[in-house]
């Protein structure tokens, strides 16, 4: 999903879909914090906001305003739910209704406030779909259909990256999309050849992306402006037997905090941060078996928070001091087990947006959870 600048986290707010055992609670109650950790606050059922069941396909930053989540029913309908704190915890918006998007849709917030979907048609391939508030969507056929995609957002707003994997195509593509013109600008092949789980753009220009290479390893490569690759590509675990990229964020001094499985069974994993084409530190994480192990990092480049989640350990919004490698808080998203997916800023004063599923008596359903 695009990643944006962050502000520090005053407010946090985790949404999760999915299926869930237990006595039907959708998390653990409300408990004050201490030390000024942040605290689980409220909960809020997004299916009701669009009178069904759903599922959360991605979530995206407005900045400024409050973060919106992107639902779809799994056949013709899709829908863009704002989610923000309300006096008794958070609250669900419906803003708009979509028509069907494919289950690889990344959402993004222009700077406007128009939504972007880059998503594949099932009839008419790869597509953006800009979607004003109050008037008509506008689609853009990028005339292909990849078996994978990441996008990012410029800082800017005005052109969209994407990296597209496409069967027996040659290596995963890069392009850059002026989104006001609708209009391809530029394509550069992947280096190395493999697919990319996750892009993000640098503070210079460019973009960076995690690739999971033919053989089976995590790499972190550098794109200019141009999309032309810059320095070598960085094993960011070459003492590890695997490599799986996950998550990927990047600080506004340019370093790469990245994530990644370092275990057959995904069981441990491991958060990287790399300088100037270096790898600075290594973090170990334990059960995230579970969890998609994405990441946000503060502005400040200190904290990282990271969803956290495995049937033997406890769901948790984790946050880990990139000096210190320590674990500095963890606030507990399920009362028992969880599926745990992305993560994306929320609004201007700071806080995370998570996604996974608790496991309760209720079924499959999106719930948000309000941390501050």
Known sequence: MPRVRRSAAALAVVLTAAACTGDGDAGPSPRPGTDGAPTLLGTVDLDAAVGG???????????????????????????????????????????????????????????????????????????????????????????LRPDRAATTLSPDGRTLYAALTLTDLGPAQLLAVDLAAGVVTMTAPVVPDGTVPA??????????????????RALLTAFDADLRPVGEP??????????????????????????????????????????DGVVAGSIELDGVGDSALQVVVSPDGGSAWVPQADLSYPAELVTVDLASGERVSAVSLCAGAAVLGDVAPFGADAGLVATGSCVDGDGPQATAFLVG
């Open 53 to 143: 069941d759903a599922r959360l396909l991605d979530l995206a930053a407005a900045p400024g305003d409050d973060p919106v989540a992107l639902l779809g029913d799994g056949g013709t309908r899709a829908w863009l739910v704002e989610v923000g704190p309300g006096e008794d915890g958070p609250t669900a918006t419906a803003l708009l209704e979509l028509p069907l998007v494919g289950d690889d849709a990344a959402l993004s917030v222009l700077p406007g406030g128009s939504f972007l979907v880059a998503h594949t048609s099932p009839t008419a391939g790869y597509q953006l779909l800009t979607v004003p508030r109050d008037g008509q969507a506008r689609v853009t056929a990028l005339g």
């Open 199 to 216: 892009l993000a753009t640098r503070p210079d220009g460019g973009v960076a992306a995690l690739v999971e290479s033919e053989d089976g």
């Open 234 to 275: 960085v094993d960011l675990a070459p003492d590890a037997p695997v490599g799986t990229p996950a998550g990927l964020d990047v600080t506004a001094d340019g370093t790469v905090v990245a994530t990644l499985f370092v275990s057959d069974g995904r069981e441990l994993g491991r958060l990287v941060t790399v300088v």
